[in-house]
């Protein structure tokens, strides 16, 4: 089983197949990207998603449960995963029916684009820590 940990929740924070980018900062982030990829110095993580994802995304609830942390070993720090090799039980279970409020409640950035590959291409060649899901689902390259 795995889980991620509350700090890159935002990533997951979307429909399941929805293609977007989730950037944050990290140790390694310089104040250049941390400028050009911000629009407030208090903010330091960012989703982007295509527009045509977003009634989608307005009408998608997601279930979060949430586990007791004792099992769980951490597999990657930069994408926050963690993994246990027994059995878990969740503790507690949220129906999150507004995910762009949910994003916002957590001081996320959230920018809507009609297309996802120009900011993934500059992303991956930024100094942030960043994460490219379900982009198979994102519309062509222009």
């Not at 944050?24 to 994802?53: L, Y």
Request: glycine share 4%; proline share 4%.
């Amino acid at each position: 089983m795995w889980a991620i940990d509350e700090k890159r929740l935002p990533n997951f924070l979307t429909p399941r197949d929805c293609p977007r980018v989730a950037y944050h900062v990290g140790s390694r982030t310089t104040d250049a990207d941390k400028a050009r990829f911000f629009t407030s110095s208090g903010i330091s993580h960012g989703i982007v998603i295509e527009s045509k994802w977003y009634q989608t995304m307005k009408n998608t609830a997601l279930y979060l449960y949430e586990f007791h942390t004792q099992a769980f070993s951490l597999q990657d720090s930069v994408a926050g995963y963690y993994v246990a090799t027994t059995t878990q039980y969740p503790k507690e279970k949220y129906v999150l029916t507004d995910l762009f409020g949910e994003l916002v409640k957590r001081n996320v950035e959230i920018r809507i684009v009609d297309n996802l590959w120009e900011m993934a291409d500059a992303v991956k060649a930024s100094t942030l820590n960043w994460s490219l899901c379900r982009m198979a689902n994102a519309a062509p390259r222009p």
